[in-house]
T-cell receptor
Framework: GENVEQHPSTLSVQEGDSAVIKCTYS??????FPWYKQELGKRPQLIID?????GEKKDQRIAVTLNKTAKHFSLHITETQPEDSAVYFC?????????FGTGTSLTVIP | GAVVSQHPSWVICKSGTSVKIECRSL??????MFWYRQFPKQSLMLMAT?????????EQGVEKDKFLINHASLTLSTLTVTSAHPEDSSFYIC???????????FGDGTRLSIL
């Protein structure tokens, strides 16, 4: 089955700096890679996603890159703000089977 | 669109009680729904895949007689934690997608506390 690894597990950045979270996956059949943001006690919210036929996608301050050959994908948040503080999960999917990373707790220090 | 509603949001009950959690897709039909368990500061652990009109598929290590899943309609799946004990205390969350290779939409989660 698929195995998704996520690093780092915790990340602290100064407000305004960039944050990068990386994930690797094992199953080359995975073709859809969403990123979720989860605030304490709340539901995960989709923030950006990328499909295997695309190498990069950007939405305002958030971008995701995908390297299919190396089987890794990354989330980039620029100009971080305190409200970006949350736990972020990556996932790899084929069909409707989703496999989540272990999460990254991001703290943005004002 | 693609709203998933989960109820109740918080349950506190005595050990030995059975607890039912509902997951509804409000504006779409979900052939498949997913049930996850999340411990504090940990990732989402898939418990089972709920298929409308058929038996759920459980992940390895998840007791199907302990966690009963029923998916009787295209908009409702239920998870019943039978004879709950303190070790079953956790955050349970469901999700559904509108189609394959589409994002999962999560419910608000249910915080289950067994005394």
């Amino acid at each position: 089955g698929e195995n998704v690894e996520q690093h780092p597990s915790t990340l602290s950045v100064q407000e305004g700096d960039s944050a990068v979270i990386k994930c690797t996956y094992s199953d080359s059949a995975s073709n859809y890679f969403p990123w979720y943001k989860q605030e304490l006690g709340k539901r995960p919210q989709l923030i950006i996603d990328i499909r295997s036929n695309v190498g990069e996608k950007k939405d305002q301050r958030i971008a995701v890159t995908l390297n299919k050959t190396a089987k890794h994908f990354s989330l980039h948040i620029t100009e971080t703000q305190p409200e970006d503080s949350a736990v972020y999960f990556c996932a790899a999917s084929f069909g409707n089977q989703f496999y989540f990373g272990t999460g990254t707790s991001l703290t943005v220090i004002p | 669109g693609a709203v998933v509603s989960q109820h109740p949001s918080w349950v506190i009950c005595k050990s030995g009680t059975s607890v039912k959690i509902e997951c509804r897709s409000l504006d779409f039909q979900a052939t498949t729904m997913f049930w996850y368990r999340q411990f504090p500061k940990q990732s989402l652990m898939l418990m089972a895949t709920s298929n409308e009109g058929s038996k759920a598929t459980y992940e390895q290590g998840v007791e199907k007689d302990k966690f009963l899943i029923n998916h009787a309609s295209l908009t409702l799946s239920t998870l019943t934690v039978t004879s709950a004990h303190p070790e079953d205390s956790s955050f349970y969350i469901c999700s559904a997608d509108t189609d394959s290779n589409q994002p999962q939409h999560f419910g608000d989660g249910t915080r289950l506390s067994i005394l």
